[in-house]
């Protein structure tokens, strides 16, 4: 975690090349991956081990690519750019 609190952005060793951001929870009994439009995200138990948070991403790869690629285009259906802004359309 940086110094300001926010979530640091991770690298995980190949295969899977998928960034993500790792954040902890008090509340978290297990390992959570969570895709949504801003990008993938890893929580974890207070006393995980970074490595799990590699390893989930890991096992889960095939997944979390499918549902980057469903966002992906759910944006491009909806008009919504890449900047998050509404792309608005007029007939």
């Known amino acids: 975690m ?7 952005l991770r690298r995980p060793a190949e295969p899977a090349d998928i960034a993500y951001r790792i954040r ?4 978290a009994r297990r390992v959570r991956v969570t895709v949504d439009a801003t990008g993938v995200e890893v929580v974890l138990p207070r006393r995980a081990a970074e490595r799990e948070a590699a390893a989930a991403v890991r096992e889960l790869e095939p997944w979390i690519r499918r549902r980057i690629r469903e966002h992906r ?10 900047a998050g802004s509404l792309a608005l359309w007029r007939v």
């Not at 940086?2 to 640091?8: I, K, P, R, V, W």
């Not at 902890?24 to 509340?27: A, G, I, K, V």
């Not at 285009?73 to 890449?82: N, T």
């Open 24 to 27: 902890r929870s008090e509340r």
């Open 73 to 82: 285009r759910a944006e491009e259906v909806v008009g919504w750019g890449h």
């Open 2 to 8: 940086s110094e300001n609190g926010s979530a640091d």
